[in-house]
């Protein structure tokens, strides 16, 4: 069967590499891919946006696609789930009512209240008097969110009041991220180890994904301006079985029950992004309704069982006879960007070092690429690739993806020294 990836980044790379090792997936389209799609065997890029709806919906038909998986929120958010079940398409991902949890941060903030899930203390607001009165009532550290998309950068973490002040001010003034902006969410800021909590759903029932952890921050020791992420590994040594237990009675279950019976059934990815305090308890920062980027990439290079299958499992609310197998070893991926990310980009510089043999458990998976008039693979992006390897230990599973960092190079490449030390100090502290 033929089989479409909705995305271009390193995510929808993973997705579409584990699609085209099932044996049932004679296919995978991917709109609009990236270079790593373009070369990688079985898949192909399709020329068309992963938000241009309609055009997905005609080319999905005309290509006859068994299913369509989708990576990122936007179209999400904008009802391409919707629309494809309008026309009569299987699509995996949460409907657009359902994606409110990740498309408005006031709607995820009151939905847990309602529901009685673990989350910062907080208030939403339209209008800035009143957002200035809370915060003046407010202890410092504080948390500034926009309500709507604003690709992972609308969240200022305040060291004072003031700051605080400011930030509710650009964004309720819409200066700083448009109409995502106008509505604010100011909450208590937590403190802890973040980590990432990904589960696959059916609209009833939940299959949790191997744990894994994130590196937002840009810089080694976990400094400088936050990013969509750095880098990630799996599993993450913080997740023991206890943590597990806690996070799906308190968090994923009832998130997943409380949609349902508020007439959002929740079918795909789900993601909670999630702070442990140093007695263990976790708590929600915020919802993602996809799989994350980058931790997809190692999760996915980790998974054992047939990718397209776990999709149709999902699809045919079958994941309660469903099981997901992962290899035992850890993986780690360092992606690597191009310089001024997470700000603006230079794109269009020719990477060396793609051509090389892959090693033995080793994966670069493809983000901000692209293929340029003379057929080399050139920058596209601010998240350029992401340099997966597994290995018994993480320290050995770094020091593989470290390697073969070093074999690629462009100008202006930057990535983290750091990714996966965090976990490597936990193995080491036995
Ligand atoms: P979000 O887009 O909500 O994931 O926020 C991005 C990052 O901001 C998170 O990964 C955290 O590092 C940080 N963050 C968000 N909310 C809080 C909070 N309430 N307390 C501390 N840090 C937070
Ligand atoms: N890695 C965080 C995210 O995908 O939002």
Redesign the pocket.
């Known amino acids: 069967m033929r089989v479409l990836v909705i995305g271009g980044g390193g995510r929808e790379h993973a997705m579409a590499w584990a699609l085209a090792r099932s044996e049932r997936v004679s296919e995978v389209l991917v709109a609009p891919g990236n270079a790593g799609t373009a070369r990688e065997p079985k898949v192909r890029n399709v020329q068309v946006g992963a938000e241009d709806i309609p055009a997905l919906v005609q080319m999905a038909r005309e290509h006859q696609v068994a299913f369509t998986v989708v990576g990122p929120e936007a179209p999400l958010v904008a009802g391409v789930v919707d629309a494809f079940q309008e026309a009569g398409l299987r699509c995996l991902g949460p409907t657009a009512d359902a994606a409110e949890l990740e498309g408005s941060k006031a709607f995820a903030k009151a939905f847990m209240a309602r529901n009685g899930i673990p989350t910062?203390a907080y208030e939403s607001f339209d209008h800035l008097d009143a957002a200035q009165d809370y915060i003046r009532e407010q202890k410092a550290p504080l948390?500034v969110?926009a309500d709507g998309l604003a690709s992972?950068k609308?969240?200022e973490?305040a060291a004072t009041k003031d700051d605080a002040m400011l930030a509710a001010e650009r964004m309720l003034s819409g200066q700083a991220f448009g109409e995502a902006g106008r509505r604010v969410v100011v909450?208590?800021?937590?403190q802890g180890e973040?980590l990432s909590f990904i589960a696959l759903v059916d609209g009833e029932d939940v299959l949790a994904m191997a744990s894994s952890q994130d590196h937002?921050p840009r810089d080694d020791g976990d400094q400088g301006p936050?990013t969509g992420g750095m880098g990630a590994y799996s599993p993450a040594p913080l997740m023991d079985g206890p943590l597990y237990e806690r996070v799906m009675e308190t968090i994923v279950r009832p998130t997943v029950r409380g949609l349902a019976a508020e007439g959002r059934p929740y079918q795909g990815f789900l993601y909670a992004?999630l702070?442990v305090d140093e007695r263990g308890e976790p708590r929600v920062?915020?919802y993602n309704c996809r799989l994350g980027d980058p931790e997809a990439q190692p999760l996915l290079f980790r998974l054992r069982s047939d990718f397209a299958e776990l999709c149709m499992a999902a699809l045919d609310k079958e994941l309660n006879a469903t099981t997901m197998e992962w290899d035992p070893r850890t993986a780690v991926g360092v992606v690597m960007v191009a310089a001024g990310y997470p700000g603006s980009v230079e794109r269009g510089d020719p990477i060396d070092g793609l051509d090389e043999p892959e090693p033995a458990d080793t994966k670069v998976f493809h983000g901000g690429t692209a293929i340029d008039g003379e057929g080399r693979v050139v920058t596209n992006g601010g998240r350029v690739l992401c340099c997966c390897a597994l290995g018994e230990r993480v320290s050995d599973a770094q020091a593989a993806a470290y390697r073969r960092v070093a074999g690629i190079h462009w100008d202006g490449v930057f990535y983290r020294r750091d990714i996966g030390a965090k976990a490597i100090a936990r193995e080491n502290r036995g």
């Open positions: 910062a948390v969110k992972g609308g969240v973490v909450e208590e800021c937590l973040e937002k936050n992004g702070m920062l915020e």
